[in-house]
């Protein structure tokens, strides 16, 4: 039996909501691509390019644990299509930002997600 609380939307709607809703959440004129993980029904692969910080392009996998929270986890973060070390302060306070703006995302669209 399925727990009550479980994501229940289809990957693709889901998707096409978010890739709505998080530009409206991420600052300025940093841009972002959203596409359903191909694997995980209850994921999604976001990746964030920022605007003004040299080319960086950081890549998320949103995993929803239920109708209402998210899990977010780095993928990687690249500058001109190259790995770069995400250890460092600024990179470090790049991603820390755009976790918020992705749970921030989560947030604005629980209407449609904890039906």
């Known amino acids: 039996m399925a727990k009550s609380d479980e994501l229940r939307i ?12 998080l530009p409206e959440t991420l600052k300025g004129s940093d841009r972002c691509e959203v596409h ?9 692969r976001v990746t964030i390019f920022a605007a003004g910080h040299q080319g960086y392009e950081v890549d998320f996998k949103v995993t929803y644990v239920d109708s209402r929270e998210v899990k977010v986890e780095l ?6 299509n190259v790995t770069v ?5 600024i990179i470090q306070q790049l991603i820390h930002d755009y976790k918020r703006h992705l749970h921030e995302c989560a947030q604005a669209l629980q209407q449609l997600t904890h039906a």
């Open 75 to 80: 993928i990687d973060v690249e500058k001109d």
């Open 36 to 44: 359903r993980d191909e694997v995980d029904d209850k994921s999604l």
């Open 85 to 89: 070390d995400e250890r460092t302060d």
């Open 10 to 21: 289809d990957p693709e709607k889901l998707a096409e909501a978010w890739q709505r809703t």
